[in-house]
């Protein structure tokens, strides 16, 4: 029984690992014709195409996507960087386009593991908001359509895969939340969080070793203790202090315990930092937002194409829309800093107002590189747990 | 199936009995069996299947490995094993003394007015957890709950966010699932028994030793049994809870099976939920043969 169900799923396996390179063989010459003829574009299918030229210009785009009549969208929260009002912005715009919300809140493996399953499915993702390393580990798997906005040359070299398969959208910085209704001082560095009056009173959104923030948490306290993108270990001690002296508590934060007073002090993304403070305002939490100054973090999430995308162009127009100033704005009105925002603050479309209300942060963030980061997750998952209990 | 052997020589109850197993009647059992072939048989495949092969991202190959199952016995993932069934074994031992002690209490008392409310308030208890319990939690013994503030708990030394905290806080729909399920058991201890120990000169004490706790013995492990399996496969309230701080395996696969940090991951997962399944494999292999050899008292 057993064995002969695994036979039939290595059979299973063994199917779609051949499809997957058959058709890896097969997208890759239509992608060079359609480089090298350049007067044969019509004849380019939209998941084939590369760029906005491949469709003529913006209104053959939207004509091919609003053929489709549908966009499938994975694992956007709507109170997560202001993605409620940007699918209603979307919508508003191409009212003949569907799209339909999976799973809102999804994490980046659910969406990897959402296109791989549903392979050649009508209900397949056509676009994913993923993290920086899944975005990596799914280009190398061969997952994602390579396409470049519009704006593709505007993005900084060191946050867009070189062939178009991701780019990052929208970021932030490592921030430390608080309730100043409770707390009497503010904690402003990662150095002040030892104090003993911030006991019983620290917490990460979540499980470095599952949430993204919590994460980014551990690496900025790493940097801010001496450590390197290399070299996370000061970052996870630092957390075993503040459990030692009685200042971490373990309980995932949310806005209900922010509100409870149970984590009167969250480290988490600036932009969702920001975004409780709007929300706690008039419920007698005065949450103030501080981006720590000794340990400076920044990390952008990624946008990507499903390569099998059911509706190839609307994916391809989405991509357009997040990467118009229209959308740009619109994450920046979350509190989120997209990706867009030195060239838009220099050439004036950035909304004022909204980065006027961003958290102030000294200086141009820097990223790791692939193998740190790889090598910073692997000492996290063997250390954290030991360091922490 | 092959449970037809009876001799032909019986009287007429053995006939009766016989035709009653014949060779037909398990075809009735047919959906049963497809229903639990589909339902767990698959899955189970699927998980040893990906337990015990890798796939090569880029040519797209599948080989057998032993990696992932070597990797899911070492390190943190042992730990978080270990902790589990500790954690399992200590919840389900507490849980299973409480819960007796209440049902005992319960079912001799003779008010049915109690009897009613204990066992519909545990009814509702045992299916009370996962996120609303740990806020319940939270909200009333955390670090600034309301209990916790009142009887200065802090002061003593109680901490919520600890294995001691989720130990009580597994307490909570544990003992009420161990009510549900022996209270029928000690129902079935017969008054009779009793008086004749008594008439017999037994005390109280002898009773329970040389009667009682033998009669219940099968009801009392499959209640320990089912008590440390659902502690063992709790996830939620100690996601909400404890985050990475006890170390649980459930924690664990769902790290590494569904999060925005580690990649590739996703095999281990699946190593740590072979694991689990043997591990309960060997719980039930003990509780088994112990239940069939007492079982015949309490028809």
């Given at each position: ?14 199917g ?25 574009k ?32 994975i694992?956007?929260?709507?109170d997560?960087?202001n ?57 190398g ?10 704006a ?13 398969r ?25 150095a ?15 499980n ?21 993108f290399g ?9 075993g ?61 990624s ?27 619109l ?11 030195p ?13 006027e ?33 | 199936?092959s ?11 053995g ?12 075809l ?76 005992q ?8 007015a ?10 509702v ?39 001691t ?5 597994y ?55 089912l ?55 060997l ?17």
């Open positions: 029984m057993l064995s002969s169900s695994a036979r039939r799923g290595a059979a299973v396996l063994l779609v690992a051949v499809l997957t390179t058959l058709s890896a063989c097969g997208a890759a010459p239509d992608q060079q014709n359609a480089g090298s003829t350049g007067d044969a019509k004849g380019v299918q939209p998941g084939a195409a590369a760029s906005l030229a491949d469709f003529g210009d913006l209104k053959g785009l939207v004509a091919a996507a609003e053929k489709e009549g549908r966009l499938n969208v694992a956007l929260p709507a997560w960087a993605y409620g009002e940007i699918l209603k912005a979307f919508q508003a715009k191409y009212p003949k386009i569907q799209i339909n919300s999976e799973n809102p809140d999804a994490a980046s493996a659910d969406e990897i593991a959402a296109v791989k399953s549903r392979k050649g499915q009508k209900r397949a993702p056509d676009v994913l908001d993923l993290g920086i390393a899944f975005a990596r580990s799914g280009a798997e061969n997952l994602f359509a390579p396409y470049k906005v519009t593709w040359d505007k993005i900084p070299a060191g946050q867009k895969d070189a062939d178009g991701w780019y990052n959208d929208y970021g932030g910085y490592i921030s430390i939340g608080c309730d100043a209704a409770r707390v009497p001082n503010c904690p402003k560095t990662f002040d969080l030892l104090k003993p009056e911030y006991k019983g009173k620290v917490a990460l959104n979540g470095p070793t599952k949430s993204g923030s919590a994460f980014g948490g551990v690496y900025a306290a790493a940097l801010a203790n001496k450590g390197s070299d996370i270990q000061p970052g996870i001690d630092f957390f202090q503040l459990k030692k002296n009685g200042n971490f508590i373990p309980v995932e934060s949310t806005p209900a315990t922010v509100e409870k007073g149970e984590t009167p002090i969250s480290i988490d993304w600036d932009y969702l930092n920001a975004g409780y403070a709007d929300q706690f305002k008039g419920k007698g939490v005065d949450w103030k937002v501080a981006v720590p100054t000794d340990g400076v973090y920044a990390q952008y999430y946008q990507a194409i499903n390569k099998d995308a059911p509706n190839p162009a609307a994916a391809r127009l989405w991509m357009e829309f997040l990467y118009s100033a229209e959308g740009q704005n994450w920046l009105k979350g509190y989120a800093r997209p990706v867009l925002l060239v838009m603050t220099q050439d004036g479309s950035a909304d004022k107002a909204a980065v209300k961003l958290p102030k942060v000294q200086g141009t963030p820097s990223f790791p590189a692939s193998a740190e980061l790889d090598k910073a997750k692997a000492t996290l998952a063997e250390k954290w747990d030991k360091a922490l209990s | 199936m449970a037809s052997s009876t001799t032909p020589h019986q009287g007429t109850a006939g009766a009995r016989r035709r009653r197993r014949g060779p037909r009647t398990w009735a059992t047919l959906p049963l069996l497809v229903f639990t072939g589909l339902c767990f048989g698959i899955p189970l495949g699927a998980i040893a299947f990906g337990a015990v092969t890798t796939t090569d991202p880029a040519r797209g190959t599948t080989a057998l490995t032993g990696e992932h199952l070597a990797r899911s016995l070492q390190g943190p993932y042992l730990d978080s094993l270990v902790g589990s069934v500790r954690l399992s074994a200590l919840t389900a031992l507490l849980g299973g003394v409480l819960g007796v002690l209440i049902a209490a319960v079912v001799t008392s003779r008010s049915t109690l009897r009613s409310a204990t066992l519909t308030a545990s009814g208890l045992a299916n009370f957890g996962g996120v609303p319990l740990a806020f319940a939690f939270i909200a009333t013994a955390g670090i600034s709950g309301v209990v916790t503030r009142l009887a200065d708990l802090g002061g003593l030394g109680w901490n919520l966010y600890s294995f905290g989720l130990s009580v806080v307490l909570y729909f544990l003992t009420p699932l161990m009510v549900l399920v022996i209270a029928p058991a000690l129902d079935g201890l017969r008054p009779q028994w009793r008086e004749a120990a008594e008439n017999s000169g037994a005390t109280g004490r002898q009773f329970w030793r040389h009667v009682g706790l033998p009669v219940l013995a099968p009801s009392l492990l499959g209640g320990f049994v008590l440390f399996g659902t502690a063992f496969a709790a996830h939620a309230t100690a996601a909400a809870l404890v985050g990475g701080s006890v170390p649980l395996v459930t924690l664990k696969i769902a790290d590494a099976l569904a999060g925005n940090v580690l990649t590739g991951q996703e095999n281990v997962a699946l190593a740590l939920g072979l694991d689990m399944i043997l591990i309960a494999g719980v039930m292999a003990v509780y088994l043969p112990l239940q069939r050899r007492s079982a015949r008292w309490l028809r």
